[in-house]
């Protein structure tokens, strides 16, 4: 729209307001004018209600916000606006010139959401009911509400569920929910489409790494509030999305991947649930402490700029190895990729191999300040060796991605990766932990609860990037 055009007015008349009768303009760019208040429908407004001779409009400003638009930055409010226009044709009229402007905004009006009642500290029943429930209200969006019972709940639902009845599917956790629901649109026969629905994240767990990810990229606090706002409004973005493979197995991750220190510290920190986040930092000391490292190589196409990290590599028979494990399957199955293209390789042992797929690992941990959410790559974290002061020092910067920086540590871009994890440098009889999206992909001997098993093996595995293939609802700036 020309600029120009924005302020013209679609609709102009007088109306009652808190028992004074003023000017009540609602302008071809969207902005709901009178004289004590400048309201951007696209920006804080909600929804509306009409009751009676009223209309109230649903509105979201900022704490402290005047006259004006924009309010000066702080937190943002619920608040209603009621206005009676002084006609039944002019209440008719108001009342579908508004619904014709929220309804070109394209916002979602039917969501399915999967709450975990279990993750983090338990509360995600209280936030949805807190924080999410009023604003979905507020926006007249009708939504089903489904709470996990089990693990992998959530995957089965999102592998059945009639996406043509909802607009989104929206997870109220951490992380986990929402690696479950792209897994489970992923193993769909109409996968192709399935994956296209948006998705939302609601921080409600331990790690809440994507809508940190998500908020922060904007500026926003990771709050319940911010990130139901984002959903509201509509605006989506795309999402990497990586394939995990050992054989004929798969397994699709939108975070990270984790071998060595990190995996460590996330799974066994377990024991301590109990403490909420702070079990991370408090087992990360112990693990500083009896510092493990393991055997091992990695090899990879790097990105471009990124070709002289580690040592040439030459592929020998490997070639074709990934194509040869691939089968024709009624849903997806990873992107077409071989070993041509693997360029580089670094052998162990390591201390932590971490492999990220947006910038932060939960709302305090900035693990790959340069990662993109669709730039096709995965951003590669690898420590070789490190004493134990100078990685309490590295570990320190986590909150704020200083430890990238760090000569103990070599950051990069990759397009495809191949884990070959070992045993541990000290006990060739203990193995390690893949952890991929905070959940065991493989547990190898001596480890933390190795009786239990897992989808894959502790062996060798492929990760390759689709770019841009799961679409997530994202805040704008």
């Not at 108001?94 to 969501?111: M, T």
């Not at 999102?158 to 043509?164: G, N, Q, R, V």
């Not at 939302?200 to 139901?228: H, Q, Y």
């Amino acid at each position: 729209m020309d600029p120009k055009d924005a302020g013209a007015p679609v609709l102009s008349d007088r109306v009652q307001i808190d028992g004074i009768v003023v000017p009540l303009t609602l302008t071809a760019g969207g902005q709901l004018r009178w004289p004590d208040r400048c309201l951007s429908i696209e920006k804080d407004v909600l929804g509306f209600v009409v009751e009676g001779s009223r209309i109230k409009i649903k509105g979201v400003i900022e704490s402290g916000a005047g006259i004006c638009c924009a309010g000066d930055g702080g937190a943002p409010l619920r608040k209603t606006f009621t206005f009676e226009p002084l006609s039944e044709d002019s209440l008719r009229l108001w009342n579908q010139k508004l619904q014709a402007v929220l309804d070109s905004l394209g916002r979602p009006k039917r969501l399915f959401v999967l709450l975990n009642p279990y993750g983090g500290k338990r509360f995600a029943s209280k936030i949805f009911l807190d924080d999410v429930k009023p604003l979905l209200d507020d926006a007249n969006i009708h939504y089903t509400l489904q709470e996990t019972k089990f693990r992998l709940h959530a995957k089965e639902v999102a592998h059945s569920l009639d996406l043509l009845s909802y607009d989104g599917v929206l997870c109220v956790s951490g992380d986990g929910i929402l690696v479950e629901v792209v897994n489970g649109l992923l193993e769909r026969e109409d996968w192709s489409s399935a994956i296209k629905m948006p998705l939302g994240v609601i921080p409600a767990g331990t790690s809440n790494g994507m809508a940190k990810s998500l908020l922060d990229s904007v500026g926003e606090s990771c709050t319940a509030f911010n990130a139901t706002l984002a959903i509201i409004r509509g605006h989506t973005r795309s999402l990497d999305v990586a394939t995990v493979s050992q054989g004929q197995e798969r397994f699709f991750s939108v975070l990270m991947l984790a071998w060595g220190l990190v995996a460590d510290i996330d799974i066994e920190s377990e024991k301590y649930r109990w403490m909420g986040s702070a079990r991370m930092d408090f087992y990360a000391i112990q693990r500083i402490f009896c510092l493990r490292r393991y055997h091992g190589c990695i090899k990879f196409l790097a990105a471009p700029g990124y070709e002289n990290f580690g040592e040439p590599l030459e592929l020998e028979g490997e070639i074709n190895e990934l194509n040869s494990n691939r089968v024709q399957q009624n849903c997806y199955c990873g992107p077409a990729f071989d070993m041509k293209g693997f360029n580089r390789k670094i052998e162990g042992p390591f201390v932590s191999i971490w492999l990220h797929n947006v910038p932060w690992g939960g709302e305090d941990v900035l693990a790959a300040p340069d990662a993109k959410f669709s730039d096709g790559y995965l951003d590669l974290v690898v420590m070789k060796d490190c004493s134990k002061l100078s990685l309490l020092a590295l570990m320190s910067e986590l909150n704020k991605g200083g430890h990238v920086r760090s000569p103990h540590v070599l950051y990069l871009k990759v397009k495809a990766f191949v884990l070959e994890p070992g045993p541990r440098s000290d006990d060739s009889n203990k193995e390690g932990i893949i952890d991929v999206d905070g959940e065991v992909l493989a547990r190898g001997r001596g480890t933390y609860k190795s009786e239990q098993r897992t989808l894959m093996a502790y062996d060798k595995l492929h990760i390759e990037v689709d770019q841009g293939l799961a679409t997530v609802f994202s805040p704008v700036s």
